[in-house]
């Protein structure tokens, strides 16, 4: 009877959770019911940078080092590379390889089942932070709903045709979703740390602190809104709780001293950095203020709201509860303006998609509680109406990616076939797809390097040169002509980013960038004419290829390649054809 009382209140959150996990989980069900007999193992993509994150952790499955690119770098080059952005936030990428290994499974059903393992563990971690913060079982889980399925609908305009952000965000794996729910543990700890008088409060500073120093091996943008978050709430706490200050400023300063202790191997770490990262991921110099964001309006209204609950004395500035809505509400405002302080802006779109609008609906669910009194809505209104958003959202993302996923599903086969091939043969080398998506799919299954895939950039492990080069290359061996170059520079976007990178071409990643001229394009053209035409055996051996793989039944024109490579008929598999290739030494 006892442990019935203790853990009753966990079946209101773990109910939420289960319906969370099924409701997110809809976009791979689609897939999987939809491929039928034909479903390869492939996970439902929900964000297209997931590719690049399941290439990582299938490299480390297939035993490359933390440091490797598993797109361009043989197994030996990893060892001497410069530390990159997946090496230093290493923290999920090696939990998740646990998992994998433990259970013996391939990257791409690792992705599956993180997904609804995350989903749970996150609904059972904001479960565990409402219920605390406004006493209230039913209305904690209701919150789950509400945050975790109606992410999107703060993160951008719902009404604008083209949706940017993923359905539900949070579960883009293996980031932010395998340290998703420390975040709102880490916001637990520290709320229970100031509200606690015995020697427990200071176990709890520490365990906040180590919280943070995961969140800071995991994912820069959850661990900067933590650090936000933690002076909004520490500042507003001393702030209107003055009677508290000396017992707030101890176990704040235990949370810092044990943060500073972790940052400081960080900031080692970004000392050995890649200088091609700081290009590659947009990193702005600006002062210039960011006030139009959805989160910061919703933010900003609520703060209103909150302050006006104060002033009619419905709720008390001293409310723990209060101070942490508020501090949430207040969290947009200032992630997205610290570069007029800092000076320095990255992408700070991924706070918006990531994480506080999730906070800000944190918030709101705070706010309503104080409020409940002035607005009476029956809790099955609150259900219906999140749990009809998530159902919509997700069957809208299951049909926008269904095409995309059944693309990437139906090249498993060939993905499995071509490292068995290798694996057999032990040749050494890089392979060639004709297809820039399964390009970017392929290092998911594969354990073999690619000539060029268009995001092997974002490990900064390659200077711009050596990118360009690739690219090049690869459009020499896929027979591309200059006019046609010409003609993709003007319309391609995956043409435009390999040449003039993300920043130029993807408006959204900076608040300045400049537009491609005609002037580059026809620049970059005539580069690429000079490479054609002075193309040597030396360029040729610079990254010699084993395999070329083409995907769809249309005619290349293969002369380039046929001249310094000896192909067969080929492997069908599927529609698809395989051509191991061997360089023609000395007869060319």
Known sequence: MHSQAKYGHWRFGVLAALAVVFVTSIPQLNLIIRRGHNWHGSYALIDFDELTYSAYLNGLINGRGRKSNPFSDLHEESSSRSENYYSIQFVPAYATLFFSRLLRLSASTTFILISPLMAFLSSLALFWLLRGLIADDKFAAIGVLIVLLCG????????????????????????????????????????????????????????????????????????????????????????????????????????????????????????????????????EVTRQPDLSRVSEIVGILTVLVLVWLAKKRHSSLQSPSFIFALSCATLPVIVFNQQVVTGRSLQPFHYEQFIVNYVVLVSLVITFQLAAQLVKIRSALWVSCALTIGVVTAVKEADDNFALNQQLDNARPVFEKVDDLSLQSRRKGFVLFNNSLLAAGAATSLSVPELWAPNMYSYGTSTRSEQIERFHQYLYFMGVKSQSLDLDLRNSATTRVAVFGLPRVNQGLISKSATISEREVDEEVELYSRYVGSFSEVDAKRWPLTYLITIDEATYDFANLDRWYARDAGIHVGGSIIYPLRFRDGDQ
């Open 152 to 283: 999107r609908l703060v993160s951008e305009s719902p009404l604008i045709a083209a949706q940017l952000y993923g359905a539900f965000a949070f579960l883009r794996r293996y980031v932010p979703a395998v340290p998703f729910p420390l975040f709102f543990i880490f916001c637990g700890f520290i709320w229970r740390a100031l509200i606690t008088k015995q020697r427990r409060a200071y176990l709890l500073a520490i365990g906040a602190g180590l919280l943070f120093g995961l969140l800071v091996y995991s994912y820069f943008f959850l661990w900067t809104a933590a650090l936000a978050w933690t002076v909004s709430f520490g500042l507003l706490w001393l702030t209107f709780r003055p009677e508290e200050r000396s017992h707030a400023a101890k176990k704040l300063s235990v949370v810092a001293l044990t943060s500073v202790c972790v940052l400081i191997p960080y900031f080692k770490l970004l000392t050995d950095r890649a200088r091609t990262i700081d290009t590659d991921q947009a990193l």
